[in-house]
């Protein structure tokens, strides 16, 4: 991948086009890499191009293959208007920004009912449905508790028990009432945040758009934690997409070659800070208020990116009882979950349905 990633005027004027045909084995992130072609190794990757902005936090991409169309600049056309839903979004639902429907949906629901755009409503309720079937493992209600934890970082403390009882009395969807396209709370202080399944929420609309446009092989990223693909590359009937190693972050453990599916990833190898010799993770049990350390990270496979999202964040603060019972009871959702190693430094990744056939470890 080229270091400094051109505008997207200049794609679509094509002056960019050459310098973004590159190899596919920096395109997803850390996702994707090159092998030899040996049986039950990490697939060989191919020439892509690649199309970037910035929203969120973090850097959303379409990676199509090099082998565009008799005019390359149409579906880059489409790829820019894909990426440009993601801003539109971040513009909704950010609890950042203080003109956002999210945010004045929270600062006003708790005094009278609020109606939310359709496409919002149904997000939250999607995220409704995943809290009350995780136990509240995944709770966008926990927004609060991350505020709390966000002031203790900068002031180098940790919360109070005060402090934290506070919070957790406005954590949970037990405060939150949806009838007929609004929505109510219970009480003020309640707030919404959707950090745990925006992201993948905003992939899903993007991909939307790609659908609509017909193009049948992609790979949209965000971040290094969130894809979703369709088709497949260079070859292969999907795109390979790597595996971060939780306890070494800058090496990768293996690779998923996904296809019409959604994956994201939750951890706390890059996220964390320490106070008296602990380290404490920025992924909070919203049960507790306290940060979890059960796993080093999980993946989950998911029809949609939104799914994917949550869904990671849910099974790392439940771990493996969770994700087991959830999976056994939706048939397409698959979870690789890595907790901490028992003795010395290697790993004993476990699989809860991910096919093998598409599974590649590293030989490390």
Same mark, same amino acid.
């Given at each position: 991948?080229?270091?400094?990633?051109?505008?997207?005027?200049?794609?679509?004027?094509?002056?960019?086009?050459?310098?973004?045909?590159?190899?596919?084995?920096?395109?997803?992130?850390?996702a994707?890499?090159?092998?030899?072609?040996?049986?039950?190794?990490?697939?060989?990757?191919?020439?892509?191009?690649?199309?970037?902005?910035?929203?969120?936090?973090?850097?959303?991409?379409?990676?199509?293959?090099?082998?565009? %169309?008799?005019?390359?600049?149409?579906? @880059?056309?489409? !790829?820019? +208007?894909? =990426?440009?839903?993601?801003? /539109?979004? $971040?513009?909704?639902?950010?609890?950042?920004?203080?003109?956002?429907?999210?945010?004045?949906?929270?600062?006003?629901?708790?005094?009278?009912?609020?109606q939310?755009?359709?496409?919002?409503?149904?997000?939250?309720?999607?995220?409704?449905d995943?809290?009350?079937?995780?136990?509240?493992?995944?709770?966008?209600?926990?927004?609060?508790?991350?505020?709390?934890?966000?002031?203790?970082?900068?002031?180098?403390?940790?919360?109070?028990?005060?402090?934290?009882?506070?919070?957790?009395?406005?954590?949970?969807?037990?405060?939150v009432?949806?009838?007929?396209?609004?929505?109510?709370?219970?009480?003020?202080g309640?707030?919404?945040?959707?950090g %745990?399944i925006?992201?993948?929420?905003? @992939?899903?609309? !993007?991909? +939307?758009? =790609?659908?609509?446009?017909? /193009?049948? $092989?992609?790979?949209?990223?965000?971040?290094?934690?969130?894809?979703?693909?369709?088709?497949?590359?260079?070859?292969?009937?999907?795109?390979?997409?790597g595996?971060?190693?939780?306890?070494?972050?800058?090496?990768?453990?293996?690779?998923?070659?996904?296809?019409?599916?959604?994956?994201?990833?939750?951890?706390?190898?890059?996220?964390?800070?320490?106070?008296?010799?602990?380290?404490?993770?920025?992924?909070?049990?919203?049960?507790?208020?306290w940060?979890?350390?059960?796993?080093?990270?999980?993946?989950?496979?998911?029809?949609?990116?939104?799914?994917?999202?949550?869904?990671?964040?849910?099974?790392?603060?439940?771990?493996?009882?969770?994700?087991?019972?959830?999976?056994?009871?939706?048939?397409?959702?698959?979870?690789? =979950?890595?907790?901490?190693?028992?003795?010395?430094?290697?790993?004993?990744?476990?699989?809860?349905?991910?096919?093998?056939?598409?599974?590649?470890?590293?030989?490390?």
């Open positions: 991948m080229s270091e400094t990633i051109p505008n997207r005027r200049d794609f679509l004027a094509g002056r960019a086009l050459r310098d973004e045909i590159v190899a596919v084995g920096q395109a997803a992130g850390d994707i890499f090159e092998t030899a072609d040996e049986p039950r190794r990490e697939p060989t990757s191919g020439a892509t191009v690649r199309l970037a902005t910035s929203a969120m936090a973090t850097d959303f991409a379409v990676i199509l293959n090099e082998a565009l %169309s008799d005019d390359p600049r149409q579906p @880059l056309r489409w !790829a820019s +208007e894909a =990426l440009d839903v993601v801003h /539109l979004l $971040e513009d909704q639902m950010s609890v950042y920004r203080p003109h956002t429907e999210l945010s004045q949906l929270n600062r006003v629901a708790a005094s009278r009912p609020v939310v755009e359709e496409r919002l409503f149904e997000l939250l309720r999607v995220a409704r995943i809290s009350l079937e995780t136990d509240g493992c995944f709770d966008p209600t926990s927004g609060q508790l991350i505020a709390l934890w966000r002031q203790c970082r900068k002031e180098v403390r940790l919360p109070t028990e005060a402090e934290l009882a506070e919070r957790l009395a406005l954590v949970g969807m037990r405060h009432e949806t009838v007929d396209g609004s929505m109510t709370f219970a009480r003020a309640v707030e919404l945040n959707l %745990s925006g992201k993948g929420y905003a @992939l899903d609309r !993007a991909a +939307e758009i =790609l659908n609509e446009h017909k /193009l049948t $092989e992609w790979l949209l990223q965000g971040g290094h934690s969130s894809v979703i693909a369709r088709g497949g590359h260079n070859g292969l009937p999907g795109w390979p997409v595996l971060r190693n939780p306890l070494l972050p800058q090496r990768r453990l293996g690779t998923i070659l996904l296809r019409d599916q959604a994956l994201a990833t939750s951890g706390t190898a890059v996220q964390h800070f320490r106070f008296e010799g602990k380290r404490y993770g920025h992924i909070i049990d919203p049960r507790t208020g940060p979890t350390d059960t796993m080093l990270s999980v993946t989950v496979l998911a029809p949609t990116a939104a799914e994917a999202d949550a869904l990671s964040t849910a099974f790392f603060v439940g771990g493996v009882e969770l994700a087991e019972r959830y999976c056994s009871n939706h048939r397409s959702v698959s979870a690789l =979950l890595i907790p901490p190693p028992t003795g010395g430094q290697r790993l004993e990744p476990i699989n809860i349905g991910v096919p093998h056939d598409v599974l590649f470890w590293n030989d490390e």
